[in-house]
């Protein structure tokens, strides 16, 4: 195989194509937001309200790919000022369930992961 050729178990590989999407801290906390609200939707003011440690710009980026991932849902109401709403798609509720899993993994291992880190 040629050096610029792409290896096809890469392209395959799910932890590179799939949880890369979703993996990093923003997207994560934005999916966790979303399903953790009353109504299972959120405006941007009131996602950055909750998540007051990202920035606007971030927090705007991470919506847009969430939404290109096919994880969020964006929805714009024709009115003025206009009015934009977030929810999670079916395919991010199905992701909630392993979320969750890993969010009860991080509170069992917090400890042993990052305070011994912080020692």
């Known amino acids: 195989m040629a050096t610029n050729e792409i290896n ?3 392209l395959a590989c799910p932890i590179r194509q799939v949880i890369s999407r979703f993996g990093d801290k923003w997207s994560m906390l934005v999916l966790y937001t979303l399903d953790a609200s ?23 980026a991470t919506l847009k790919n969430l939404e ?11 009115v003025v000022p206009p009015r934009v709403e977030y929810s999670l798609t079916n395919t991010g509720k199905s992701l909630m ?6 969010i009860d993994w991080a509170k069992l291992h917090f400890d042993d992961v ?3 880190q912080i020692i």
Do not use: W
């Open 38 to 60: 009353d109504t299972g939707v959120l405006r941007f003011s009131e996602l950055h309200r909750q998540m007051t440690d990202c920035s606007q710009k971030m927090l705007s």
């Open 8 to 10: 096809p178990n890469y």
């Open 68 to 78: 290109q991932y096919n994880l969020v849902h964006r929805e714009v109401y024709p």
């Open 114 to 116: 990052v305070i011994k």
């Open 97 to 102: 369930p392993a979320i969750y899993s890993l």
